[in-house]
């Protein structure tokens, strides 16, 4: 169980970023630094340590978590980027949003390294289902994924046979 | 003096993103554990901790490096973000580009908080001059400046009547 009650320091506001949509500022969350150490504590729990190389930071916000991991656990970070951010060479995928397309591209790795994904929000999947597709491209091995929140009614994303890993559930 | 030579672990690539300019591609740096580790310990001897309440990463990759800081002393991470993706309340910035604009946005400060504003390279200082108006702006007092890069014969800039605080410098 997480140490902290996450969501009494969750913001919720309706209509953004379009109407009908409830968005979940974390904001307050992440200015409290009891809360910020906490959460790092609370992820190491979901993840076998031993078993990383690299947190991989989906941008921009899965950078917070990727970098706030990398720093507390001492492991390296790497970033996936949004296409034409990273120099040459890259791998790219492309994957669908509700509206549109998106591509994502990461550097392929210098070594084989053990990853863990990080991202702040779960919604349908499409993005973290590339981004593992895209890690593997690239020459990495996905350990795990971690994300702060699972929006559980937008999706049932498995990831080796077990929900997504995450300390805030909606 | 920094911990290690920094700028072994760091990729000159050429012509990118455009034509003339030469990229300084740091994901070799950020992907081994011991150089992101010592960076953490660089940065916190150009700052005064104490006098620090939240690191300010501006979006995206000064994200890594307040999340890092944030992280590893155990204070509060808040983003300078670019427009629209804050949901309001919000301070908003525009500032020249070389070719353009751009907007970043800030939440206000729900109580008064000194900040470290942090970001990945200073070329012009563009960004960088918006964000530290930007912080006051929302509330926040501004300690200081740290940015992993200083493309020193980009800029002059100051803060506080010194360079801006930096672990490597061009």
Same mark, same amino acid.
């Given at each position: 169980?997480?140490? $902290? %009650?996450y969501k009494e320091l969750i913001r919720d506001v309706q209509d953004f970023p379009i109407k009908g949509v409830l968005f979940r500022d974390v904001s307050p969350l992440l200015q409290?630094? #009891? @809360?910020?150490s906490s959460m790092?504590? !609370?992820f190491s729990k979901l993840v076998d340590l %031993?078993?990383?190389d690299l947190f991989v930071g989906? #941008? +921009?916000r899965g950078f917070i978590f990727a970098a706030q991991m990398a720093a507390k656990f001492n492991k390296g970070f790497a970033p996936l980027r949004k @296409?034409?951010? $990273?120099?040459?060479?890259?791998?790219?995928? +492309?994957? &669908?949003? #509700? =509206?549109? #397309?998106?591509?994502l591209e990461m @550097?392929?790795?210098?070594s084989p390294a053990r990853v863990v994904i990080c991202d702040d929000v779960l919604a349908t999947g499409g993005t973290l289902r590339a981004s593992v597709e895209l890690c593997e491209r690239a020459g990495y091995h996905v350990e795990d994924i971690l994300v702060l929140? %699972? *929006?559980? /009614? *937008? %999706? !049932?994303? &498995? /990831? &080796?046979?077990?929900?997504?890993? +995450?300390?805030?559930? =909606?």
């Open positions: 169980m997480p140490t $902290l %009650n409290n630094p #009891e @809360a910020f790092a504590h !609370d %031993n078993k990383v989906i #941008e +921009s @296409a034409g951010k $990273l120099p040459p060479p890259v791998h790219k995928k +492309s994957y &669908k949003l #509700e =509206y549109g #397309e998106a591509t @550097a392929p790795a210098a929140i %699972n *929006l559980t /009614f *937008l %999706n !049932d994303m &498995k /990831f &080796k046979n077990e929900p997504v890993k +995450s300390l805030i559930q =909606y």
